[in-house]
């Protein structure tokens, strides 16, 4: 069963990987024939179109009429701040990436050698601006927040009777909404459905789970978002208004918990190897007494190797078994001469876990060098010694 699961889950990264990277001299080629294809289906979905209402849209001389006022009381929702408000959290965020503290490892002279080696590996605050992003973080909440409550208190307005948009212009009673007449109540699916593609985005680069979990959120908000609009719908098809916004039905609340718990199932597979790493920690081995050209490295999340220094003998073949434990993860092993990655001595294979591969390394000169991967080399980094 776990090998069918397996083989499944890398079929469709092997299909998500040509959709996300796709060869793009024979996309090119396509594109004259796609573009042709597609007017010609516009050319004939118009003419369905046209045939569909050919009884309809047959010559005809319409009056002019003038423009009807509006029924008293209904009124165009006035401007809202927040919509200009989410777009500079945005920028803020976008800056806590770009405004960092370096993130290559900062070079550190060995008093014993004198040889330059890498200091240890950036922490998150090495990787973004954490007062940025808190501050992005917070401007965004913000912005999304406010904007709903002015949504739901413009919508609460609307359906009270008593309350009118705009004051009269002549003294007077306030006018009312004529019955059946009202605005459509907020909905929470128009925010919770680009989370879970967050969630789906933010999977691809770390976990499968979180891709699993993206497109049933996705589904879940894309269902919700759906039925809230038919029973407007409905309701204004029936002539009457919506149900209050707090006597939403159970349904609604269970969907709502449903896409909750999609998304804290997500967190947890995520974690859950991390934390049964931490409770049972990997006891550290004793040096060998002699150095060998055998070498196990096992991939640690995208957080780092389970070690970060390796010392193998100079000028000598060198076999190096990689585990991969993460489920839908690339990982490798690479080796480099500096801190920069400019110049690469090896690189492995790289693999999608839960999977293992056996690396030959040509011999290595005496030296001190770095080992990363590839695929996340700003935390999963390491510095190999040859003597």
């Not at 007017?39 to 045939?51: E, M, Q, S, Y």
């Not at 401007?79 to 990436?97: E, R, T, Y």
């Not at 919506?242 to 159970?250: C, K, L, M, V």
Request: hydrophobic share 45%; with cysteine; aromatic share 10%.
């Amino acid at each position: 069963m776990i090998e069918t699961l397996q083989s499944l889950l890398q079929g469709f990264l092997d299909w998500l990987a040509q959709v996300i990277l796709p060869d793009w001299n024979d996309v090119i080629t396509w594109i004259p024939a796609l573009l042709m294809g597609l007017v010609g289906l516009i050319l004939l979905l118009v003419l369905a179109a046209w045939w569909r209402s050919r009884e309809v849209n047959r010559p005809r001389l319409i009056g002019r009429v003038r423009e009807g006022a509006p029924p008293p009381g209904t009124h165009l929702p006035g401007p809202s701040k927040w919509p200009f408000v989410i777009p500079v959290g945005a920028v803020v965020l976008f800056a806590s990436l770009v405004l960092h503290p370096d993130r290559a490892p900062n070079p550190v002279i060995d008093p014993d050698t004198g040889q330059i080696v890498t200091g240890p590996a950036p922490d998150v605050g090495g990787l973004v601006n954490l007062p940025l992003l808190g501050l992005g973080l917070a401007v965004v909440v913000v912005g999304i927040v406010g904007w709903y409550l002015d949504a739901r208190r413009e919508w609460r307005r609307a359906e009270d009777p008593t309350w009118s948009a705009a004051p009269a212009l002549e003294p007077g009673p306030e006018p009312t909404p004529p019955p059946g007449v009202h605005l459509p109540g907020p909905s929470p699916w128009p925010f919770l459905a680009p989370i879970a593609l967050a969630v789906f985005m933010f999977g691809i680069v770390f976990s499968f789970w979180f891709v699993l979990g993206g497109l049933a959120m996705a589904v879940v908000a894309i269902a919700g978002w759906y039925r809230d609009a038919g029973r407007e719908w409905r309701g204004a098809e029936e002539g009457r208004a919506p149900p209050h916004y707090e006597a939403r039905s159970a349904i609604s609340g269970r969907l709502v918990s449903l896409y909750a718990l999609i998304a804290a199932v997500s967190l947890g597979l995520f974690f859950a190897p991390n934390y049964i790493a931490w409770v049972n920690p990997v006891p550290t081995l004793a040096p060998a007494a002699s150095l060998s050209a055998n070498l196990k490295i096992t991939a640690v999340s995208v957080l780092g190797f389970d070690t970060q220094s390796l010392t193998v003998p100079a000028d000598t073949p060198l076999t190096v078994e990689f585990d991969n434990p993460d489920a839908g993860v690339q990982h490798n092993v690479a080796i480099y001469t500096s801190s920069d990655l400019a110049t690469a001595l090896f690189e492995g294979e790289r693999i999608t876990g839960p999977a293992k591969a056996t690396y030959q390394v040509p011999p290595i000169p005496k030296g001190t060098y770095h080992f990363v991967c590839d695929v996340h080399p700003q935390t999963m980094t390491g510095t190999l010694t040859s003597q």
